[in-house]
Structure formats: C-alpha cells, structure tokens
C-alpha cells in the first residue's frame, strides 16, 4: 500500500499549480483522502478533504475557493488544483487515507484519522 504524490514545483504569486495523488497497491475510492501541508517550522494542517464516494468534500478557511479536490478513479488518483496561489502556501503537500495502523504516524482531522501518508511534494511560491 503506497501514496505518491507529484505536481509540485516553484510558482509565481496567483499561480496555479495541480497536485496528484496517486496509489498502488490498493483502490482509492474505498478510502475518505486527505490533503496536508507542513510550512518550515509549523505543524501539519488539514488543507482539504473528500470522501470516498466524492459527494463530500471540506476545505480549510485558507485555502476556500482557490483549491479544489477532486478524484479521478478510472486513474486511482486524488487531484488538488490550486489557484490563485500566495506566498503562504509554500509547503510540503502531503496527501493521506483514514485509515489506522498501530505505531503509525496519524493525525486526525475532519472526524477522520489519516495513518497512510505518501512522502510529499514541494510547492514553492515566490518571485
């Protein structure tokens, strides 16, 4: 069971950038699927949520109508699309399943625990 995620890179303040979140191992759609990001210095946060069946779908505050989640099952993947980027967005994307192993590194947000974590992907804005 592996996440891998990818699309990050440097952009300019009002870029876009989309993140992809991509499984083997396992199907996707039968996991709820988390996107995180962690700043230089600063804890992990939830940045925006789905569940397995697609229909629900949460963001934080930040992020609110510039990001957008989505899934693509034909591909087993998971799909952030960021707009309208800032400087503050600068973080390591991390996305993650609700799902619990023991010993795991997990962290709970939206009423869900994520225990599965791919190794991240760079996103960089700045001039």
């Known amino acids: 069971v592996q996440l891998v995620e990818s699309g990050g890179g440097l952009v300019q303040p009002g870029g876009s950038l989309r993140l992809s979140c991509a499984a083997s191992g396992f199907n996707m759609d039968i996991y709820d699927i988390g996107w995180f990001r962690q700043a230089p210095g600063k804890g992990r946060e939830g940045v925006s949520y789905?569940?397995?069946?697609?229909?629900?779908?949460f963001y934080a505050d930040s992020v609110k109508g510039r990001f957008t989640i989505s899934r693509d099952s034909a591909e087993n993947m998971v799909h952030l699309e960021m707009n309208s980027l800032k400087p503050e967005d600068t973080a390591i994307y991390y996305c993650?399943?609700?799902?619990?192993?023991?010993?795991?590194?997990?962290?709970?947000?939206?009423?869900?625990?994520?225990?599965?974590w791919g190794p991240g992907t760079q996103v960089t804005v700045s001039t």
């Open positions: 993650a399943t609700d799902d619990y192993t023991p010993g795991a590194f997990t962290l709970v947000e939206w009423g869900r625990a994520f225990g599965t």
């Open positions: 789905i569940s397995a069946d697609g229909g629900t779908t």
